[in-house]
């Protein structure tokens, strides 16, 4: 499925729709470039979840837990583990049954993404609008974007 968001404010609400609709345990895997609006994305989806701490990226942290909302969110950012091979026990983490899984540069673990991984690829097409691809094995987590 392809969509074009125009603004931050349809991006925003792609997040709370994902927070208000998807099932526990799902692993969302957000691909795009640097600036793209992964952890924006993020930010809207920790709101929707009732998250009241700032979501930063973590690419200096690789994962944060945030347990404070509705359901907890599993953020993710991958990029560092790019070539590193070794098994930090993030698969404890992700697909976490009772909350979500949000993962940045998911390409640097693809060995650890389940089969009914949510793709969210975004591209950049214009300063404030982006183009936006989703596909997943399971057609259930298609239809919450509908
Ligand atoms: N429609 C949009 N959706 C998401 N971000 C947008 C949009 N338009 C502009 N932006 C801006 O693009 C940047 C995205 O940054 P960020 O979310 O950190 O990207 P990434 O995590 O993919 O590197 C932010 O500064 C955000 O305000
Ligand atoms: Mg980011």
Request: aromatic fraction near 8%.
């Amino acid at each position: 499925m392809e969509f074009d968001v125009f603004n931050c404010e349809q991006m925003h609400e792609l997040g709370l729709k994902l927070a208000s609709e998807l099932p526990s345990g799902t692993v969302v895997a957000l691909q795009g470039d640097l600036g793209a609006g992964k952890t924006t994305l993020v930010r809207s989806v920790a709101k929707g979840l009732g998250i009241e701490e700032v979501v930063q990226s973590p690419t200096f942290n690789i994962m944060k837990l945030y347990l404070k909302g509705n359901r907890p969110l599993i953020h993710i950012d991958a990029y560092r583990l790019a070539d590193l091979n070794t098994d930090i026990g993030l698969d404890e983490y992700i697909g976490y049954e009772t909350g979500l899984t949000m993962i940045e540069w998911p390409e640097f673990i693809s060995n650890l993404l389940p089969k009914n991984t949510l793709y969210i690829e975004i591209s950049i097409t214009g300063e404030s609008s982006r183009h936006i691809k989703v596909y997943s094995n399971d057609s259930k987590l298609l239809e919450v974007i509908k």
